[in-house]
C-alpha cells in the first residue's frame, strides 16, 4: 500500500513538471516570434519614398494584370458649374390653379355661347315683329351680359395664373402648363408628377458662349453622372452665385432632393489637349483616386490622379504623359498586394 502510494505521488510530479516544460517551451517561442517579427512581402518594395509593386510573371498571370499606352489627343473640354434642385411644389401649385381656373373658363364660355343667341333671337323678335315682350328681351339681355363678364373674368384668372406662372418659372414652362400641344404639354406633366426634377444652373462668370450647353451632367459620388437636359434661361437668378443661371431637367435621385447643391459638369465647346483613361483603371482609396503606372524596369507605382466623375462615357480625362503604360485591368489587385505588404509590415509584437 505504502510503495503504490509513493509511485503515484512521483507520477503526479513528474506530469506536473512536464506541464511546466512545455509552458517554458511556449513562452520562449511567443519571445522568439515577438523578436523576429514577420518582414514585409518581397512583392512590395519603397524607393524614393515610393511604394513599388513588383510580381513575376506568374503572379502577373494569375491577377490578370492588362495594361495600356497611353495616347495624349485632343478632348473635349468640360466645365465646373453649380446647381441648385428646385422645389416644384409651387409649380404643382400653378399646374393646380390653371387646371381648375381653365376649367371655370370652359363653363363660361359655354354658358355664353347658349345665352348670345337667345339674346339674338329676342333682340330680332322685338325689333321685327315685337312678338317678344320688352321684359323678355332685358332678361336675355341681362343674361347675355352677365355670361359674358363671367367669361371676362375666367381668362382674367387664367391670363393671371399664366403671368405669375411665366415670373416664377419663365416662357417655356409657363407655356407648358397651358398648351394643347402633348409633346409640350408633357414636359410640365413630368416635372408635376415628379417623374423628373428640375436643377437650377449658373454658368461659370467667365462662361462667353452665347448660348448655354444643351447637355451635361451631375457629378454623384463614386457614380457616373446624372444626364441633364436644358429646358430654358432662369427666372430668378441664384443670389450666391455670379453668373448666367439656366434651367434643366433631370431624373429623379435619392441624393438630388429639394434644395440640395450639387456640381454639375457641362461641355464648353472647346478641345484640350489631354489622355482619356478607361475608368476601369481607377481605384479609390483614402477618399482619392488613383491609377497604376507600369515603369520600364515593369514595377507598378500607385500616382493620384484628379477626378470629377463628369464625362458622357465611363472613362476620366487626365493628365497623364504619352507613353504612360497604365493599368487597365487588375488596379485593384495591385492596391490589395500593396496595402497587405503595409500590414505586414506593421503587424508585429509590441506595436
Given at each position: 500500500?505504502?510503495?503504490?502510494?509513493?509511485?503515484?505521488?512521483?507520477?503526479?510530479?513528474?506530469?506536473?513538471g512536464l506541464l511546466a516544460l512545455l509552458a517554458a517551451c511556449s513562452d520562449a517561442d511567443q519571445r522568439e516570434?515577438?523578436?523576429?517579427?514577420?518582414?514585409?512581402?518581397?512583392?512590395?518594395?519603397?524607393?524614393?519614398?515610393?511604394?513599388?509593386?513588383?510580381?513575376?510573371?506568374?503572379?502577373?498571370?494569375?491577377?490578370?494584370?492588362?495594361?495600356?499606352?497611353?495616347?495624349?489627343?485632343?478632348?473635349?473640354?468640360?466645365?465646373?458649374?453649380?446647381?441648385?434642385?428646385?422645389?416644384?411644389?409651387?409649380?404643382?401649385?400653378?399646374?393646380?390653379?390653371?387646371?381648375?381656373?381653365?376649367?371655370?373658363?370652359?363653363?363660361?364660355?359655354?354658358?355664353?355661347?347658349a345665352s348670345r343667341p337667345e339674346y339674338e333671337r329676342a333682340r330680332r323678335l322685338f325689333e321685327d315683329e315685337?312678338?317678344?315682350?320688352?321684359?323678355?328681351?332685358?332678361?336675355?339681355?341681362?343674361?347675355?351680359?352677365?355670361?359674358?363678364?363671367?367669361?371676362?373674368?375666367?381668362?382674367?384668372?387664367?391670363?393671371?395664373?399664366?403671368?405669375?406662372?411665366?415670373?416664377?418659372?419663365?416662357?417655356?414652362?409657363?407655356?407648358?402648363?397651358?398648351?394643347?400641344?402633348?409633346?409640350?404639354?408633357?414636359?410640365?406633366?413630368?416635372?408635376?408628377?415628379?417623374?423628373?426634377?428640375?436643377?437650377?444652373?449658373?454658368?461659370?462668370?467667365?462662361?462667353?458662349?452665347?448660348?448655354?450647353?444643351?447637355?451635361?451632367?451631375?457629378?454623384?459620388?463614386?457614380?457616373?453622372?446624372?444626364?441633364?437636359?436644358?429646358?430654358?434661361?432662369?427666372?430668378?437668378?441664384?443670389?450666391?452665385?455670379?453668373?448666367?443661371?439656366?434651367?434643366?431637367?433631370?431624373?429623379?435621385?435619392?441624393?438630388?432632393?429639394?434644395?440640395?447643391?450639387?456640381?454639375?459638369?457641362?461641355?464648353?465647346?472647346?478641345?484640350?489637349?489631354?489622355?482619356?483613361?478607361?475608368?476601369?483603371?481607377?481605384?479609390?482609396?483614402?477618399?482619392?483616386?488613383?491609377?497604376?503606372?507600369?515603369?520600364?524596369?515593369?514595377?507598378?507605382?500607385?500616382?493620384?490622379?484628379?477626378?470629377?466623375?463628369?464625362?458622357?462615357?465611363?472613362?476620366?480625362?487626365?493628365?497623364?504623359?504619352?507613353?504612360?503604360?497604365?493599368?487597365?485591368?487588375?488596379?485593384?489587385?495591385?492596391?490589395?498586394e500593396e496595402l497587405r505588404a503595409e500590414n505586414f509590415s506593421t503587424d508585429v509584437g509590441g506595436r
Amino acid at each position: 500500500m505504502l510503495a503504490g502510494s509513493v509511485l503515484s505521488r512521483l507520477s503526479l510530479v513528474g506530469a506536473c513538471g512536464l506541464l511546466a516544460l512545455l509552458a517554458a517551451c511556449s513562452d520562449a517561442d511567443q519571445r522568439e516570434d515577438r523578436e523576429h517579427p514577420i518582414v514585409t512581402a518581397p512583392r512590395v518594395a519603397v524607393e524614393n519614398g515610393h511604394s513599388l509593386v513588383r510580381l513575376d510573371a506568374a503572379a502577373l498571370q494569375r491577377a490578370a494584370i492588362r495594361t495600356e499606352v497611353v495616347r495624349r489627343g485632343a478632348q473635349p473640354e468640360t466645365v465646373r458649374a453649380f446647381a441648385t434642385v428646385l422645389d416644384l411644389q409651387p409649380l404643382a401649385q400653378a399646374a393646380a390653379s390653371l387646371q381648375a381656373a381653365g376649367a371655370q373658363l370652359k363653363s363660361a364660355q359655354a354658358k355664353l355661347a347658349a345665352s348670345r343667341p337667345e339674346y339674338e333671337r329676342a333682340r330680332r323678335l322685338f325689333e321685327d315683329e315685337q312678338t317678344v315682350s320688352a321684359a323678355r328681351l332685358q332678361s336675355a339681355q341681362a343674361a347675355f351680359l352677365a355670361d359674358q363678364a363671367a367669361l371676362e373674368a375666367a381668362q382674367s384668372q387664367v391670363d393671371a395664373i399664366l403671368a405669375s406662372a411665366r415670373l416664377s418659372w419663365g416662357p417655356v414652362l409657363a407655356s407648358a402648363l397651358a398648351t394643347a400641344d402633348p409633346q409640350q404639354r408633357a414636359l410640365a406633366e413630368d416635372l408635376v408628377a415628379r417623374r423628373q426634377i428640375l436643377l437650377q444652373v449658373t454658368l461659370p462668370s467667365d462662361w462667353t458662349q452665347d448660348r448655354p450647353p444643351t447637355q451635361g451632367r451631375v457629378l454623384l459620388d463614386r457614380r457616373d453622372g446624372l444626364a441633364i437636359q436644358l429646358v430654358s434661361a432662369a427666372a430668378h437668378a441664384d443670389p450666391r452665385l455670379a453668373g448666367r443661371s439656366f434651367l434643366y431637367r433631370a431624373f429623379p435621385d435619392a441624393a438630388l432632393l429639394p434644395g440640395a447643391s450639387v456640381t454639375v459638369r457641362l461641355p464648353s465647346g472647346r478641345s484640350i489637349e489631354a489622355a482619356r483613361v478607361p475608368s476601369s483603371a481607377l481605384v479609390w482609396w483614402q477618399g482619392l483616386v488613383w491609377v497604376f503606372v507600369r515603369s520600364r524596369s515593369g514595377d507598378f507605382e500607385r500616382r493620384e490622379i484628379a477626378f470629377d466623375g463628369a464625362t458622357e462615357e465611363p472613362a476620366l480625362v487626365a493628365d497623364l504623359d504619352a507613353g504612360t503604360e497604365v493599368v487597365v485591368q487588375g488596379a485593384q489587385v495591385l492596391l490589395s498586394e500593396e496595402l497587405r505588404a503595409e500590414n505586414f509590415s506593421t503587424d508585429v509584437g509590441g506595436r
